[in-house]
């Protein structure tokens, strides 16, 4: 216990800057036998509750998209799961419809890649890694995404047995073009709603400190260390910390 309290409050400080090599390895043996299934019953159990206690506001928020102009409710995009196997990927919509995801390759592309004065001049001159001015994000778009409700139906992706409810984000197709070999380690296990690095400063963390993060947590991964994770989770969301 006292193992995974430390795993959860590390952070940018705590970690230091160890070379990458040190975490070219990430012990996936945690993820498999009796532990393994009861994360997935507990998925299921958690998933199927939030559906049911969120189901009015998946009704609220459709109907606002729909009002905000032309265009599906869901957003529907390829991601990489475990061990790099495609899926699909839902999130309410929050940008005009039929737009041109080139603004997006190229802040991608920054972030991996460590250009930190890149995603500062692209956000304003403020020190964040996410696009906070993404002009083709609509009015109640940007409302979703600071409450982090465009979120919500990927836990359609977590019945599905594609997602967890905690693990590392999964990575859009383009995004992995620009991966070092290690970077690869965090797609070794199943991707998830929330993860250590959504409590540990989201939008503010780089790009390599994500992964570090991630490595660390397939590293210790336990059911009280996820449970750590998504009780830390709801603060975070109801703040806003890191979302735009």
């Given at each position: 216990?006292?193992?995974?309290?430390a795993?959860?409050?590390?952070?940018?400080?705590?970690?230091?800057?160890?070379?990458?090599?040190?975490?070219?390895?990430?012990?996936?043996?945690?993820?498999?036998?009796?532990?393994?299934?009861?994360?997935?019953?507990?998925?299921?159990?958690?998933?199927?509750?939030l559906?049911?206690?969120?189901?009015?506001?998946?009704?609220?928020?459709?109907?606002?998209?729909?009002?905000?102009?032309?265009?599906?409710?869901?957003?529907?995009?390829?991601?990489?799961?475990?061990?790099?196997?495609p899926?699909?990927?839902?999130?309410?919509?929050?940008?005009?419809?039929?737009?041109?995801?080139?603004?997006?390759?190229?802040?991608?592309?920054?972030?991996?890649?460590?250009?930190?004065?890149?995603?500062?001049?692209?956000?304003?001159?403020?020190?964040?890694?996410?696009?906070?001015?993404?002009p083709?994000?609509?009015?109640?778009?940007?409302?979703?995404?600071?409450?982090?409700?465009?979120?919500?139906?990927?836990?359609?992706?977590?019945l599905?047995?594609?997602?967890?409810?905690?693990?590392?984000?999964p990575?859009?197709?383009?995004?992995?073009?620009?991966?070092?070999?290690?970077?690869?380690?965090?797609?070794?296990?199943?991707?998830?709603?929330?993860?250590?690095?959504?409590?540990?400063?989201?939008?503010?963390?780089?790009?390599?400190?994500?992964?570090?993060?991630?490595?660390?947590?397939?590293?210790?991964?336990?059911?009280?260390?996820?449970?750590?994770?998504?009780?830390?989770?709801?603060?975070?969301?109801?703040?806003?910390?890191?979302?735009?």
């Amino acid at each position: 216990m006292k193992e995974d309290a430390a795993a959860l409050t590390c952070d940018s400080r705590a970690i230091s800057s160890p070379q990458p090599s040190l975490f070219l390895a990430a012990d996936t043996t945690r993820f498999f036998g009796l532990q393994a299934r009861l994360k997935r019953l507990m998925d299921i159990l958690i998933a199927v509750g939030l559906l049911a206690v969120t189901s009015p506001l998946f009704l609220i928020v459709a109907l606002l998209i729909k009002r905000s102009g032309p265009g599906p409710v869901f957003f529907v995009q390829e991601r990489l799961g475990r061990d790099g196997q495609p899926f699909l990927f839902y999130k309410f919509r929050t940008m005009e419809h039929n737009s041109d995801d080139a603004i997006h390759r190229q802040f991608a592309a920054m972030f991996i890649n460590g250009d930190e004065e890149g995603c500062r001049k692209s956000n304003g001159d403020r020190k964040i890694f996410k696009m906070s001015q993404d002009p083709r994000v609509t009015q109640i778009g940007a409302w979703l995404r600071r409450t982090s409700l465009d979120e919500l139906p990927q836990i359609f992706n977590v019945l599905r047995g594609d997602m967890s409810l905690v693990g590392p984000r999964p990575p859009i197709v383009y995004e992995i073009e620009h991966y070092q070999p290690w970077h690869m380690e965090r797609l070794k296990v199943t991707p998830g709603l929330t993860g250590l690095w959504q409590v540990s400063g989201r939008s503010s963390v780089p790009f390599e400190e994500m992964v570090r993060l991630d490595v660390h947590y397939i590293n210790h991964w336990s059911l009280w260390m996820d449970l750590r994770i998504l009780l830390k989770t709801v603060p975070v969301v109801l703040q806003g910390t890191g979302g735009y």
